[in-house]
């Protein structure tokens, strides 16, 4: 049809048939989305990219998700989930993953096959632990765990060399683990509302370059406020 002609088809297939872009806007229910997703593949040989399951009180993800390898961008904002199948880590081209405002008590081991990962939101959870794995999320650039329970961070975090966004605030934590100066990409840290006292020698190698740093509320000894002044100049 002309541009501007709306049509009515009797069938997805007749719907999508010879297009070049499909916008669909069934419920947000994935055991819908697979279904409505699968018809259209078979007619356009495309792959859904982006599921937006939001704000629906879920409180378990199917394993199922796993099924859409093709995908690039996955929001499960405001659920209630506890916890996430471990055929997430099936999603090997998934780009950006949401997963704030849940009751997730643990960041699942299962991102770390996330290989192509470039954003993760987790804040405002109850996490309290990051799995080794994410050392694997080679081209990770954002990742933020603010609004937890955690107390510490696994060394291998220090491996995410493009990372350039790390934000921690509201959280336990007592101590950062050496060589933080491995995240040297590293432009924005926010640790404001924890419980620090000291840092890591690594991370005052990183400071004077980054473009916004907060470490606010935190019993930091006179001595680290001191060095901390003294690369930063503020």
């Excluded at 690039?72 to 199948?85: D, F, H």
């Excluded at 954003?119 to 694997?136: D, H, R």
Aim: charged letters at 30%.
């Amino acid at each position: 049809p002309a541009e501007g002609t709306l049509t009515f088809c009797d069938s997805i297939e007749d719907a999508v048939e010879g297009v070049d872009w499909v916008q669909e806007s069934v419920p947000e229910r994935l055991q819908i989305k697979l279904v409505v997703y699968a018809r259209i593949q078979a007619v356009t040989g495309g792959d859904a990219r982006k599921l937006f399951l939001r704000r629906q009180g879920r409180t378990e993800l199917s394993p199922r998700i796993g099924d859409l390898a093709e995908l690039r961008k996955l929001s499960l904002y405001e659920n209630k989930l506890t916890r996430l199948p471990p055929e997430m880590a099936r999603l090997r081209r998934l780009e950006q993953l949401q997963l704030s405002g849940n009751r997730l008590q643990r960041l699942t081991p299962a991102v770390g096959g996330l290989w192509e990962l470039r954003k993760l939101e987790a804040y405002q959870n109850y996490i309290g632990s990051v799995p080794s794995e994410i050392a694997a999320l080679e081209r990770l650039e954002w990742l933020h765990l603010g609004w937890n329970q955690l107390e510490t961070l696994p060394p291998e975090i220090t491996q995410l060399s493009r990372l350039r966004v790390l934000k921690l605030s509201n959280n336990r934590l007592k101590s950062l683990p050496r060589g933080m100066e491995g995240l040297s990409a590293l432009r924005e840290l926010d640790l404001s509302n924890n419980q620090l006292r000291n840092l890591p020698d690594g991370l005052y190698e990183i400071l004077g370059r980054l473009d916004k740093f907060r470490i606010d509320s935190n019993p930091l000894t006179p001595e680290t406020q001191r060095r901390i002044a003294a690369v930063r100049g503020d």
